[in-house]
């Protein structure tokens, strides 16, 4: 379950003398699930810039713009919603005093499944064409399993005084669509419903986390984090903030987790941000490495390269910080933040924290190099560092296998790292009746599966593949949370010999994770 942020651009002529405007929108949506009917719905947002809307005079004196709204709901070639409406903005007094934005909300119910969503925006006051924009959408709600919606940021948070379309959960709470975070936003204001969780922890209470953590390495924020207790419930609405006034620019995801009393991860959401806070710099809280590990390398060449190796494990803050160390002199500014990056992760363990690492960085560089690239720049010296070294891999160099495709046993499912299925096969027995694969040949590949990796479920398996049977292997697939996730991958590395969602020997060995 996918959310997608639009940005609506119309080139607009009014119909007076005034200037050329742009008409632009924010579009977003967010899936729900409404648990007295037992259905999933749909939540649009719109929200339109007033500034470059036409506004006309009304009979009151007053002005106003009109935005035209189709907004249509398919499945296949079948349109299973429909609705063309106009949206008015708020009156003014002043047809300059358009410094303002309005929002749109729809609510519909769909069935579980896959539909595209089609949106066309037409300004009614302009004589220009309407822009058009479609966007898949995939629902998946059990109701006889706990779900969790995914997070969704909002502008506005008020107390309901009268029930609106912008009531939930007893607060009037307006959608913030964006996913960028400005430096002025110091705090982030989280709402997200829980349902059937009574069915998993029965009427023993559970625990709820929020926090942030670095996209591209799974790093948390220190310092950022909301927990909490509730009631179990079919029904359980949260509404949570977290402070980022410390949080440096990057790319990030939010993170909710759903947890039992005993602590076990059992559902969860994630919702990617980029934070824009250019006044965090982390190079000016360094402090001085003298007496510790870092102040005993003195090389600064070799000091410089234990800093870039740091990249699969550092956040995008770290790795500017890193760039613009390593870019002039400076061996005790290397020391210090050297110091600083494993102090933040380990306060009491941090030397302990950095040797384990080198040698696994010593250990990569020797067995995952290639001409002209270190091993830890490597996709497999990447995963080998930021998770630590694999509990069983399996290293295939001219796998064949001989599969037939019949009606028999259902061995095999595709699913993404969110758990939903995209994609299953038959794979039958060789038996009379079966039609035949024939030989499968598969480019090398090596995969990898850690037992349990920290934050993440049980059993999680990375493939690698030399595509080109260079000795360079790449990631292909990975079940792991953030890791890359094709549909069709067993069919690339079976060089397009399966059909499209078939699941051969290599994608059973991947779902068991050997």
Not at 86 to 107: E, G, M, T, W
Not at 161 to 174: C, F, H, I, K, P
Not at 272 to 282: D, K, M, V
Not at 331 to 351: G, I, S
């Amino acid at each position: 379950m996918k959310r997608h942020i639009f940005f609506l651009v119309l080139s607009v002529l009014a119909l007076s003398a005034t200037a050329q405007r742009q008409l632009s929108a924010l579009f977003n949506y967010n899936a729900y699930y409404h648990v007295e009917q037992q259905r999933p719905y749909i939540e649009t947002y719109l929200s339109f810039d007033a500034w470059n809307l036409n506004f006309r005079p009304t009979a009151d004196g007053k002005y106003r713009a009109t935005v035209e709204i189709i907004l249509t709901a398919r499945q296949n070639d079948s349109i299973v919603y429909a609705k063309k409406y106009d949206l008015n903005s708020p009156l003014i007094d002043d047809s300059n005093a358009v410094d303002f934005n309005f929002i749109d909300l729809q609510r519909f119910f769909l069935d579980n499944g896959i539909y595209t969503l089609d949106l066309t925006v037409r300004d009614k006051n302009s004589d220009n064409a309407p822009t058009q924009v479609q966007q898949k959408v995939s629902i998946f709600y059990d109701r006889k399993k706990p779900s969790l919606c995914p997070p969704q940021l909002m502008a506005n948070v008020k107390r309901t005084v009268t029930d609106n379309v912008l009531s939930r959960a007893g607060y009037d709470m307006e959608p913030y669509l964006s996913d960028f975070i400005p430096e002025q936003m110091s705090q982030l204001n989280i709402y997200y419903e829980i349902y059937n969780i009574n069915r998993e922890v029965g009427k023993d209470p559970f625990l709820t986390y929020i926090y942030i953590e670095d996209r591209a390495t799974g790093q948390r924020a220190t310092g950022i984090q909301h927990m909490a207790r509730h009631k179990s419930s079919a029904y359980v609405p949260v509404f949570a903030t977290l402070d980022i006034s410390t949080l440096p620019s990057g790319n990030y995801n939010l993170v909710v987790e759903v947890h039992d009393r005993q602590n076990n991860n059992l559902i969860y959401q994630r919702l990617p941000i980029y934070r824009s806070n250019p006044s965090i710099n982390i190079l000016d809280s360094l402090s001085p490495a003298v007496g510790t590990f870092a102040a005993d390398i003195t090389d600064e060449t070799l000091l410089a390269y234990y800093l870039d190796a740091l990249y699969p494990i550092a956040s995008e803050a770290e790795k500017d910080a890193v760039k613009s160390i390593i870019s002039h002199p400076g061996l005790e500014e290397k020391q210090a933040f050297l110091l600083r990056f494993w102090t933040v992760r380990d306060p009491l363990h941090a030397a302990d924290r950095w040797n384990e690492y080198r040698g696994w960085l010593e250990y990569v560089d020797k067995h995952f190099s290639y001409p002209r690239m270190r091993g830890y720049k490597t996709d497999r010296g990447r995963v080998y560092l930021q998770y630590g070294p694999p509990d069983f891999i399996r290293d295939e160099k001219n796998f064949v296998s001989a599969l037939r495709l019949g009606s028999g046993t259902n061995v095999g499912a595709i699913t993404d790292q969110y758990g939903n299925t995209v994609g299953s096969s038959q794979i039958g027995p060789d038996t009379p009746g079966n039609k035949s694969l024939g030989h499968i040949h598969y480019l090398p590949y090596q995969l990898w599966r850690y037992n349990k990796l920290e934050r993440d479920d049980a059993n999680r398996v990375f493939l690698f593949w030399d595509e080109f049977r260079s000795g360079f292997y790449k990631l292909l697939v990975s079940n792991a949370r953030g890791e890359v996730m094709d549909p069709l991958w067993e069919r690339r590395l079976s060089q397009q010999q399966l059909d499209e969602y078939v699941v051969g020997e290599v994608g059973e060995q991947f779902n068991k994770g050997h």
